[in-house]
């Protein structure tokens, strides 16, 4: 007897689990924008996200410092008062309100103007990864001069002195800037999808990942599992817990996620040179200076 011929498509079971997901996303994605218009999706929406997201991460670094939890892994043996902590957030709070959701309002007609959209079909997880690859090196980029301009004497003095108020960071002082300077370097983070275009899912995707990629590198912690162990041009808490120990003429490592562009012009050189004494066991002697 012959035997019965199987379908090669039903043999694709592994396929099945990534189907039903990008389902779940678009019946999700569906039910969102059938019950809310483009523009609070794209501005209180965002909003809220970007809230979630930074308040979620950030808030557990305060307890590990307050309770002295995995003391083994933070960077600095200083911890911030609590009257400190609190001061970040309630300024956070301020700027987020009165800086950061009127700028998400107004630039709705920006990203619409460029191309953005929310409605269905979703965008391949290719176009998205193609895409969010991109922000992350063009951010990057702009970023890394638009820090270097505000390490200048008079813009450190009137404007970026205030993120440096904290020498010992801690996730939520990530955020903790002059409104001016909120807007400067937001432009490095909206830039990329200005250019672009995307499918509003991209943007918050782009949004979520910036904002854990940042709230980790002023985290104050280095742990073993941390992504600058495993991906070698990734900055992370220990490349910038150093450009917050230093005054803003001898700080360097300005690059926002990865290391190559203070590579490449010169920047990281303090901090490569203190890697290298204590790799070799020599005692770290440098001073805030």
């Excluded at 218009?37 to 979620?56: I, P, R, T, Y």
């Excluded at 390490?151 to 990530?174: C, I, R």
């Excluded at 600058?228 to 700080?251: A, E, I, M």
Aim: with cysteine; net charge neutral; hydrophobic share 45%.
């Amino acid at each position: 007897m012959e035997k019965a011929q199987i379908p090669f498509d039903s043999l694709c079971i592994p396929s099945l689990p990534s189907s039903l997901m990008a389902s779940i996303i678009e019946s999700g994605w569906l039910y969102l924008i059938t019950h809310f218009s483009d523009f609070q999706l794209a501005s209180l929406g965002s909003f809220l996200l970007h809230e979630s997201v930074f308040f979620l991460s950030g808030l557990p670094f305060i307890y590990l410092e307050r309770a002295e939890l995995l003391s083994k892994y933070k960077i600095q043996t200083k911890n911030n008062s609590p009257t400190a902590q609190e001061k970040c957030i309630t300024r956070l709070l301020l700027y987020h309100f009165s800086v950061n959701l009127p700028l998400m309002i107004v630039s709705y007609p920006v990203f619409r103007f460029m191309g953005m959209r929310s409605s269905l079909p979703l965008p391949s997880w290719k176009v998205v990864l193609t895409q969010i690859i991109f922000y992350f090196i063009l951010e990057d980029f702009v970023f890394y001069w638009g820090h270097r301009v505000l390490h200048t004497k008079w813009l450190y003095k009137h404007v970026h002195s205030v993120h440096h108020e904290y020498a010992t960071p801690f996730g939520l002082t990530s955020e903790y800037a002059h409104p001016a300077e909120i807007l400067f370097l937001g432009f490095a983070t909206i830039v990329g999808p200005a250019i672009t275009g995307p499918h509003l899912i991209t943007l918050w995707l782009w949004m979520v990942l910036r904002v854990l990629e940042t709230v980790e590198a002023h985290c104050g912690y280095h742990f073993p599992w941390s992504l600058s162990n495993f991906l070698p041009l990734y900055g992370g808490s220990d490349f910038h817990d150093y450009h917050h120990r230093l005054l803003y003429t001898k700080s360097g490592n300005y690059s926002s996620t990865f290391i190559y562009m203070d590579w490449i012009f010169g920047t990281d050189k303090g901090y490569r040179k203190l890697k290298a004494l204590k790799h070799n066991g020599v005692e770290d002697d440098w001073k805030q200076t």
